[in-house]
């Protein structure tokens, strides 16, 4: 397997010449391909890409995102999901299929200011983003305290195979929900262990292009270094 | 009319023809932008703002297919000496529009359908050239908002003062010298994205303006480079 190669680019970087691949953030101009943003370039079998280290929260299906209800209408709700787009979450994902808006309240079950664990069933240019909880640990937080990131570095928080979202819930005790849009709701029985994970993830927002990260939220959180040789995820 | 240009070849603020003023560039210096920088070029001053993607208001001006790139530059009633009405005059609204035009080729809006991207620039000094300043600020602070682009925008003015071509017409030649021509270009691509001429050249001229302000466009382009990595990548070795 060819090793992947990293660097920092700016939007107007050639990252390499050749027959490539472009994937995310990159674009072909003959055979150049040139970055579209600020962030850290990698070429992966064949493929390139650029990790961005700015912007929005842009939808994919099956994204995890945790979102604010706005509003509703009769047949759905709408949600902040800290995106460009407005979140629709359809009144029979909650109701069953037996939903009749004469005869059930969308209020009683989810208000206005209500956050909501879901993931985005469909998403496409054409229409808004459609948002499912009907699965394992999805639907309404009931506590919490919730924690804005840059979008784009929430798969820095995660780490490697969770290396590092496993790190802070180990040494403070604390539950975390990261949602890929960037928000995040971390609850806690025990107030030191809440205010230290909170701590920890801003150190990770402010500090998140910075190499072995894990190391440094290690020492910080008081945790002993162990040997995981952590690099920049994807 | 003062002298523009002595007889070694120095000109009114003591650069030489091919000489830049002095630019330093500071890249995310608003919090509640999602992206900004702030340019100072020679005496110019001046913050640029990026706001969005963000939902489209009034909803009519949405496009189905593609993100909307809005820009308004404004200066400051403080930015010239006599105060300025900071109501959009005549010439506000057209470099606004010239500077939207010259950031339209850089940005990839094709993702964002539905919505826009509101660029804001305030001047709040003027020395002359501040429509090059203001692009090489909003380049930068699109690219700190995260929004994508094929390339980032440089811009600078060439022009024709006491008969010879020199970079970076300041405010004094731009009032009595012959010619100015604002140039924004993508240094990646090979691009021009703005060009405008003020006076009169011969072809040779104009081919030599050109070709100069393009030069500008590289040297400032550096400038934009190093503060846009200084912003995402310090305390690194690169």
């Given at each position: 397997?060819?090793?992947t190669?990293?660097?920092?680019?700016?939007?107007?970087?050639?990252?390499?010449?050749?027959?490539?691949?472009?994937?995310?953030?990159?674009?072909?101009?003959?055979?150049?391909?040139?970055?579209?943003?600020?962030?850290?370039?990698?070429?992966?079998?064949?493929?390139?890409?650029?990790?961005?280290?700015?912007?929005?929260?842009?939808?994919?299906?099956?994204?995890?995102?945790?979102?604010?209800?706005?509003?509703?209408?009769?047949?759905?709700w709408?949600?902040?999901?800290?995106?460009?787009?407005?979140g629709?979450?359809?009144?029979?994902?909650v109701?069953?299929?037996?939903?009749?808006?004469?005869?059930?309240?969308?209020?009683?079950?989810l208000?206005?200011?209500?956050?909501?664990?879901?993931?985005?069933?469909?998403?496409?240019?054409?229409?808004?983003?459609?948002?499912?909880?009907?699965?394992?640990?999805?639907g309404?937080?009931?506590?919490?305290?919730?924690?804005?990131?840059?979008?784009?570095?929430?798969?820095?928080?995660?780490?490697?195979?969770?290396?590092?979202?496993?790190?802070?819930?180990?040494?403070?005790?604390?539950?975390?929900?990261?949602?890929?849009?960037?928000?995040?709701?971390?609850?806690?029985e025990?107030?030191?262990?809440?205010?230290?994970?909170?701590?920890?993830?801003?150190?990770?927002?402010?500090?998140?292009?910075?190499?072995?990260?894990?190391?440094?939220?290690?020492?910080?959180?008081?945790?002993?270094?162990?040997?995981?040789?952590?690099?920049?995820?994807? | 009319?003062?002298?523009?240009?002595?007889?070694?070849?120095?000109?009114?603020?003591?650069?030489?023809?091919?000489?830049l003023?002095?630019?330093?560039?500071?890249?995310?210096?608003?919090?509640?932008?999602?992206?900004?920088?702030?340019?100072?070029?020679?005496?110019?001053?001046?913050?640029?703002?990026?706001?969005g993607?963000?939902?489209?208001?009034?909803?009519h001006?949405?496009?189905?297919?593609?993100?909307?790139?809005?820009?308004?530059?404004?200066?400051?009633?403080?930015?010239?000496?006599?105060?300025?009405?900071?109501?959009?005059?005549?010439?506000?609204?057209?470099?606004?529009?010239?500077?939207?035009?010259?950031?339209?080729?850089?940005?990839?809006?094709?993702?964002?359908?539905?919505?826009?991207?509101?660029?804001?620039?305030?001047?709040?000094?003027?020395?002359?050239?501040?429509?090059?300043?203001?692009?090489?600020?909003?380049?930068?602070?699109?690219?700190?908002?995260?929004?994508?682009?094929?390339?980032?925008?440089?811009?600078?003015?060439?022009?024709?003062?006491?008969?010879?071509?020199?970079?970076?017409?300041?405010?004094?030649?731009?009032?009595?010298?012959?010619?100015?021509?604002?140039?924004?270009?993508?240094?990646?691509?090979?691009?021009?994205?703005?060009?405008?001429?003020?006076?009169?050249?011969?072809?040779?001229?104009?081919?030599?303006?050109?070709?100069?302000?393009?030069?500008?466009c590289?040297?400032?382009?550096?400038?934009?480079?190093?503060a846009?990595?200084?912003?995402?990548?310090?305390?690194?070795?690169?």
């Amino acid at each position: 397997m060819m090793e992947t190669k990293r660097r920092y680019v700016i939007p107007g970087d050639v990252i390499t010449t050749g027959p490539f691949r472009p994937e995310q953030n990159v674009y072909q101009e003959g055979d150049r391909i040139i970055s579209t943003s600020v962030g850290i370039s990698e070429i992966f079998d064949n493929a390139v890409r650029v990790i961005p280290l700015t912007g929005i929260y842009m939808p994919k299906t099956n994204d995890l995102i945790i979102g604010k209800v706005i509003g509703h209408s009769s047949l759905s709700w709408e949600f902040d999901i800290n995106s460009c787009f407005v979140g629709f979450l359809p009144a029979q994902d909650v109701f069953g299929r037996d939903y009749s808006p004469t005869k059930d309240e969308l209020k009683e079950r989810l208000d206005k200011g209500d956050l909501v664990a879901a993931r985005v069933a469909n998403f496409d240019r054409s229409r808004d983003p459609l948002l499912t909880v009907q699965d394992r640990d999805l639907g309404k937080i009931e506590s919490g305290e919730l924690i804005e990131i840059s979008p784009s570095k929430v798969p820095r928080l995660i780490g490697k195979r969770g290396s590092m979202i496993q790190t802070i819930e180990m040494a403070t005790k604390a539950m975390i929900t990261i949602g890929q849009n960037g928000w995040i709701v971390v609850s806690s029985e025990d107030p030191d262990g809440l205010l230290k994970a909170i701590e920890a993830i801003r150190m990770v927002d402010a500090q998140a292009h910075m190499p072995n990260l894990t190391e440094r939220v290690k020492s910080m959180l008081g945790v002993e270094l162990g040997d995981n040789n952590d690099t920049i995820n994807e | 009319m003062t002298q523009l240009m002595n007889e070694n070849g120095i000109r009114c603020d003591g650069r030489r023809v091919d000489q830049l003023r002095n630019i330093s560039i500071k890249v995310g210096v608003l919090k509640n932008a999602d992206g900004s920088a702030y340019i100072e070029f020679g005496k110019n001053k001046i913050l640029a703002g990026v706001f969005g993607p963000r939902d489209v208001h009034p909803k009519h001006m949405a496009n189905q297919d593609s993100g909307i790139l809005r820009c308004r530059y404004h200066m400051s009633p403080f930015s010239v000496t006599e105060r300025k009405n900071p109501a959009p005059s005549r010439r506000e609204i057209e470099i606004s529009k010239v500077i939207k035009e010259a950031l339209l080729p850089a940005v990839i809006l094709k993702d964002f359908p539905r919505t826009v991207v509101d660029v804001f620039i305030e001047v709040l000094q003027a020395d002359g050239g501040t429509r090059c300043a203001a692009l090489d600020a909003a380049s930068l602070a699109l690219a700190d908002a995260g929004i994508p682009m094929r390339d980032l925008v440089s811009a600078c003015a060439a022009g024709k003062v006491a008969d010879q071509i020199v970079l970076d017409i300041n405010n004094e030649e731009d009032q009595e010298g012959q010619a100015d021509m604002p140039i924004a270009y993508m240094p990646n691509l090979g691009k021009i994205t703005l060009m405008q001429l003020d006076g009169i050249l011969t072809p040779a001229e104009y081919q030599k303006c050109v070709q100069t302000g393009i030069n500008g466009c590289k040297l400032v382009y550096e400038i934009q480079r190093k503060a846009l990595m200084d912003k995402y990548f310090t305390n690194e070795a690169q």
